[in-house]
């Protein structure tokens, strides 16, 4: 029974601006950078403009969710919340398109006249959220067989049709995604041995379907020197990090992030780390630590389980999308196109990322415990 209402202001100022910060400087670094190259690329003033305008209305999006109570909405809504992520998926299927106009790439995205919308990074934080409260529903007996059916067609009708769109960089994100949450949830470890085990078996019976440029860049995300071709990108965008050295070239200065194929998207990173040398990657990966950490702190201290898996969720997104594109740029781990949190060009991209911390701040800011309200936490 909540007793007393709170003013907006007086809720707002409970936000935790920690992780506002954090944001608002990974984001600041990726406008900064991309006002260093609006000359450099065909488009790079416009690109500019909306890399900025995304960044501050996530900021706004954010301080709008957090006042909605996310336990609410996810309780009643989640099985329409789910239902809508399918169908976005299928939307893509259907009528999705490339900004390259390359009949060859994925078609992931949808042209919404003025932009280029990629329905896929809406469906994460979707994605979490119907999670969160399947796995709250079956959370006393996560480990049995009929629990673990009921949650998993969940998650695999939705993993299953990010791959179906072709779109194998987000599908491992939502796997990730899924892992951590049920790991979160308690489930035995004993699982995920059973589940490593059954992929090493599988992987020589799955290779030889793969297609050869599917084989050729997981084959250069570890060796990219055993293909001119598909280690091109990732050698080039290693150079980049090495001649920006510690300080970097300045935000005017550096060259050989020219070279890098589809760097604003694939490889933001490193020309952020040309530009602002590996001090500036530095700057990046502390604010990205601390705003996980605080993150992971809100998960520990939420009175409801489905705010804790929703938290899990957004650190999965957080650590497997900046390690993957970190790997991507070393020319450490293979190109599939997963964007670097708060840094990557794409409205799309930095819009879903604030959105997730949205829901985030709502944990935080409806965790008050009320006189005489009884719960099960």
């Not at 694939?266 to 605080?294: H, N, P, Q, S, W």
């Not at 497997?320 to 997963?338: D, F």
Request: contains cysteine.
């Amino acid at each position: 029974m909540k007793v007393f209402s709170t003013s907006i202001k007086e809720r707002l100022s409970q936000l935790d601006f920690v992780i506002l910060a954090c944001a608002f400087g990974m984001s600041a670094m990726s406008v900064l950078t991309l006002y260093g190259i609006r000359d450099q690329y065909a488009g790079g003033s416009r690109m500019f403009i909306i890399q900025s305008v995304s960044a501050l209305l996530g900021l706004a999006l954010v301080i709008v969710m957090a006042l909605f109570d996310y336990d609410a909405i996810v309780s009643k809504l989640w099985l329409p919340i789910a239902g809508v992520s399918v169908a976005l998926l299928v939307l893509v299927k259907l009528i999705g398109t490339n900004p390259t106009n390359d009949p060859s790439s994925p078609q992931l995205w949808i042209n919404l006249g003025v932009i280029y919308w990629q329905p896929s990074e809406t469906v994460k934080m979707l994605f979490i959220m119907s999670i969160a409260k399947n796995i709250d529903l079956i959370k006393e007996k996560i480990n049995h067989p009929k629990s673990l059916a009921f949650v998993g067609i969940h998650a695999v009708i939705v993993i299953g049709m990010v791959i179906f769109i072709n779109d194998l960089g987000s599908a491992l994100v939502f796997m990730c995604i899924f892992a951590v949450m049920m790991y979160t949830a308690g489930l035995s470890l004993w699982y995920y041995v059973g589940v490593l085990g059954a992929a090493v078996v599988a992987t020589p019976y799955i290779w030889p379907h793969l297609g050869y440029y599917q084989q050729m860049r997981i084959l250069a995300g570890f060796d990219p020197t055993v293909s001119e071709k598909y280690g091109y990108q990732p050698l080039k965008s290693r150079a980049a990090i090495s001649a920006g050295g510690f300080w970097g070239k300045g935000l005017n200065g550096g060259t050989e992030y020219l070279k890098v194929p589809v760097a604003t998207t694939d490889c933001f990173f490193a020309i952020t780390a040309e530009k602002f040398g590996l001090f500036g990657a530095l700057i990046y990966m502390l604010m990205m630590t601390v705003l996980i950490i605080r993150v992971i702190h809100i998960a520990r201290m939420s009175r409801k389980d489905t705010g804790t898996y929703i938290c899990a969720g957004v650190v999965a997104v957080m650590i497997a999308q900046t390690t993957e594109n970190m790997g991507m740029c070393l020319a450490m781990l293979p190109v599939v196109g997963i964007t670097m949190p708060f840094l990557s060009y794409g409205g799309s991209s930095m819009l879903s990322t604030w959105m997730l911390l949205g829901l985030v701040e709502s944990v935080k800011l409806h965790n008050t415990k009320y006189y005489f309200e009884r719960e099960k936490a």
